[in-house]
């Protein structure tokens, strides 16, 4: 069907009812999206939360621990336990290659 000037009521008809229809839809599935989003956010908080408590346990722990050490250690006659231990941390810290088996225990020295 045409009108004067080369226009057609048909393709116009169908371009319009495809944008109205398309609407809805993009609405809807921006709707889902933000909903995901928000969803994922607060999961991510959360653990975020979770993780800052299970550092704080493990800080506290790692102290509990850390104090023992250096009391068995000055019962077993090293009270310079510690300065051994930094030292010998620096050394590993300041090797090329860095080996775990370059620490030594200072209790035993």
């Known amino acids: 069907l ?3 000037h080369g226009q057609n009521i048909v393709s116009g008809l169908f ?3 495809v944008n109205v229809l398309s609407f809805p839809i993009a609405l809807k599935l921006g709707v889902n999206d933000h ?7 607060e999961e991510k908080r ?8 299970c ?4 800080r506290k722990k790692f ?3 850390w104090a023992g050490y250096l009391q068995y250690a000055t019962e077993m006659g090293h009270p310079d336990a510690e300065t051994k231990l930094y030292v010998s941390l620096a050394a590993l810290q300041a090797s090329p290659s860095g080996r775990r088996n370059s ?3 200072p209790v035993v020295q």
């Open 2 to 4: 045409h009108l004067g």
């Open 15 to 17: 371009i319009l009812a």
């Open 35 to 41: 909903r995901e989003r928000a969803k994922k956010m």
């Open 46 to 53: 959360k653990l975020q939360v979770k993780l800052t408590v």
């Open 55 to 58: 550092v704080v346990q493990d």
């Open 63 to 65: 102290d509990l621990a």
């Open 103 to 105: 620490l030594v225990n």
